[in-house]
T-cell receptor, first 113, second 116 residues
């Protein structure tokens, strides 16, 4: 168990809908990362937050947004969902920006039908 | 742009034997970290081993070791005494810390099957 909690584990929804994925980092970790894993794109970095502030952006679509709350949990919001958004979404956390050890949650499997 | 290439989509090995997974990367940075992550059927991403680019000594974690060739930008993973539980996808990744941000760049992965 990495200590990073992601909910829900599975999510099935329809095209055009909006969903929210939740991540609770390990106790004491200030930095949260979101990754998308799909068959065709592999593992893609989406976005990073540190202590509530956005630090880095990767290949995140404009339909997607994220935030990190004062209690350090993070949410990834996906809207106007398309079939191609079906993927495994990982959250990872680390102690600080300078700490290169990331601990991954078990992921949320999103299926858009 | 930073890229990671894993040229072996699939590999198999007999239990108790040794296998080496290949990885090459491309970056213009001089300071970075390299990682191997394992993803078993449970989908959990598990850190196997990491290497700091400024260290010449190859990292070792029990049965797992790396061959880091900085000039060649090569970072291979050797698994000794392979076990059935080693069956998984293995991802090579590297990270650059710059401007207060960092991100892991992953390769496409190598599917390793350990046969009894």
């Amino acid at each position: 168990d990495s200590g990073v909690t992601q909910t829900p584990k599975h999510l099935i929804t329809a095209t055009g809908q909006r969903v929210t994925l939740r991540c609770s980092p390990r106790s004491g970790d200030l930095s949260v990362y979101w990754y998308q894993q799909s068959l065709d794109q592999g593992l893609q970095f989406l976005i990073q937050y540190y202590n509530g502030e956005e630090r880095a952006k990767g290949n995140i679509l404009e339909r997607f947004s994220a935030q990190q709350f004062p209690d350090l949990h993070s949410e990834l919001n996906l809207s106007s969902l398309e079939l191609g958004d079906s993927a495994l979404y990982f959250c990872a956390s680390s102690v600080s920006v300078e700490n290169e050890k990331l601990f991954f949650g078990s992921g949320t499997q999103l299926s858009v039908l | 742009a930073q890229t990671v290439t894993q040229s072996q989509p699939e590999m198999s090995v007999q239990e108790a034997e040794t296998v080496t997974l290949s990885c090459t990367y491309d970056t213009s940075e001089s300071n970075y970290y390299l990682f191997w992550y394992k993803q078993p059927p449970s989908r959990q991403m598990i850190l196997v081993i990491r290497q700091e680019a400024y260290k010449q000594q190859n990292a070792t974690e029990n049965r797992f070791s790396v061959n880091f060739q900085k000039a060649a930008k090569s970072f291979s993973l050797k698994i000794s005494d392979s076990q059935l539980g080693d069956t998984a996808m293995y991802f090579c990744a590297f990270m650059i810390q710059k401007g207060g941000s960092e991100k892991l760049v992953f390769g496409k992965g190598t599917k390793l099957t350990v046969n009894p």
